[in-house]
């Protein structure tokens, strides 16, 4: 094991990108990932103090994991340095989210298909996701949802497909994500699906064609989840312990 960065000791720009995420809902996401953009470029020494930011940051339980450590550790899988490279698979095998299951369900696929932007594959299979939390809590063996499935979840489960969510998408997609834009429309249907894209020129989209899928797409579009049931089911999502 090599010695990492001591947070003290960090270049200027390495400091000031550490006090950025300390103060995340100050700073605009955009300045923090051009800053994280300009160290990585830099090659080198700085591949290892972003990655001493990095750990810096998923070793404090006090602190929230984001998009912008999820860009710093999408950045560094791809590092030449050899010492990072063999840091990375040695500390963060499983990634930077928590993969916290209440019935031991493995999130790993889900974090390899939002890693390697395979969004389509990745919403497909958080369907299955959902649908399997409620086979369990439910005692059912439906392939679908009912809003009445939705409080019987488990906080801990819908919290980590979340993270995974926002955290490989540049926080562009996630539940909370849709929840957060919803508010903004004071709740309104309709303006919520235009915003997110689900409905263009007041009609429905299509799936799959009609839905985007990669980061092109407007905030808060995937993952798509029941989009063809009715709102029953997301109003019940949004009222969830997990994202309130």
């Known amino acids: 094991?090599?010695?990492?960065?001591?947070?003290?000791?960090?270049?200027?720009?390495?400091?000031?990108?550490?006090?950025?995420?300390?103060?995340?809902?100050?700073?605009?996401?955009?300045?923090?990932?051009?800053?994280?953009?300009?160290?990585?470029?830099?090659?080198?020494?700085?591949?290892?103090?972003?990655?001493?930011i990095l750990l810096h940051r998923y070793y404090d339980v006090s602190i929230q994991i984001n998009s912008i450590d999820g860009l710093v550790f999408e950045l560094l899988l791809q590092s030449n340095n050899s010492k990072v490279s063999h840091e990375m698979k040695t500390r963060l095998s499983c990634g930077i989210v928590d993969l916290k299951s209440d019935f031991d369900i493995d999130y790993l696929p889900l974090q390899k298909l939002l890693l390697s932007k395979q969004f389509q594959k990745a919403d497909a299979l958080t369907h299955v996701l959902f649908c399997s939390l409620s086979q369990i809590t439910g005692n059912h063996s439906r392939n679908w949802l009912y809003f009445t499935d939705i409080m019987r979840l488990p906080s801990v489960d819908l919290h980590t497909i979340d993270q995974l969510w926002q955290i490989h998408s540049g926080g562009l997609f996630g539940l909370s994500v849709q929840k957060r834009i919803w508010l903004s429309t004071n709740s309104n249907w309709e303006s919520f699906w235009a915003k997110i894209g689900w409905k263009v020129n007041d009609i429905n989209c299509r799936y799959p064609q009609e839905f985007i899928w990669n980061i092109d797409a407007p905030a808060g579009?995937?993952?798509?989840?029941?989009?063809?049931?009715?709102?029953?089911?997301?109003?019940?999502?949004?009222?969830?312990?997990?994202?309130?």
């Open 1 to 52: 094991m090599f010695n990492l960065t001591n947070i003290d000791d960090l270049d200027d720009n390495c400091k000031i990108l550490l006090d950025m995420l300390n103060e995340n809902d100050i700073i605009p996401q955009s300045q923090q990932s051009d800053l994280v953009y300009e160290i990585y470029d830099r090659g080198g020494e700085y591949h290892v103090q972003l990655l001493s």
């Open 221 to 244: 579009h995937l993952p798509l989840f029941n989009q063809l049931r009715g709102v029953q089911v997301l109003a019940a999502l949004f009222q969830h312990p997990a994202f309130l």
